[in-house]
T-cell receptor, first 113, second 111 residues
């Protein structure tokens, strides 16, 4: 299993541009998450999904959108990039059940100038 | 979720055991203790979790006090590759669907 994969690894955007961060998992997990991590800080939840077709907001959803058309994929969309969105973005997944063991991808480093 | 308190940093000698403390004095009965770590520039990695019994896996051991108000993660033979930020997280099923990563403990393993 590849686990959780994310693309791209690094991207530079100009203010106002849009892009989609890709996340794919091959573990057949129902739950998927998007976090952002600013330098020296902990992770903040942006959006999450409990299954295909179901998404919900986390702590910091403004400026982002998500979709979940399949179990495997959970893309994160930035419509109008702002400097405040400069961060490292992590995607994670977990299986359904009592446990909260999440598996994280390698991250996407985004710089908005 | 119960709040956790960890020392901001600690050093450890390579080959020695690393003992990472975590206080969670407001933990409730149905909340688990989870440990993750984040090696520089990588995604967080699950290490171990427990409810009230001590736990051991191939990576580490988790010792939870009888009153469950604190716990210790033990890396039995620290290597240079164990240098990372270690996060102690307490949460239960009813708390929603997110993990709250606090400041963690920055562990530096020295040769």
């Amino acid at each position: 299993n590849a686990g959780v994969t994310q693309t791209p690894k690094f991207r530079i955007l100009k203010i106002g541009q849009s892009m989609t961060l890709q996340c794919t998992q091959d573990m057949n997990h129902n739950y998927m998450y998007w976090y952002r991590q600013d330098p020296g800080m902990g992770l903040k939840l942006i959006y999450y999904s409990v299954g295909a077709g179901i998404t919900d907001k986390g702590e910091v959803p403004n400026g982002y959108n998500v979709s979940r058309s399949t179990t495997e994929d959970f893309p994160l969309r930035l419509e109008l990039a702002a400097p405040s969105q400069t961060s490292v973005y992590f995607c994670a997944s977990r299986e359904t059940g009592n446990q909260e063991t999440q598996y994280f991808g390698p991250g996407t480093r985004l710089l908005v100038l | 979720d119960a709040k956790t308190t960890q020392p901001p940093s600690m050093d450890c000698a390579e080959g020695r055991a690393a003992n990472l403390p975590c206080n969670h004095s407001t933990i409730s009965g149905n909340e688990y203790v989870y440990w993750y770590r984040q090696i520089h520039s990588q995604g967080p990695q699950y290490i171990i979790h427990g409810l009230k019994n001590n736990e051991t896996n191939e990576m580490a051991s988790l010792i939870i006090t009888e009153d469950r108000k604190s716990s210790t993660l033990i890396l039995p033979h620290a290597t240079l590759r164990d240098t990372a930020v270690y996060y102690c997280i307490v949460r239960g099923r009813a708390a929603g669907n997110k993990l709250t990563f606090g400041g963690g403990t920055r562990v530096l393993v020295k040769p």
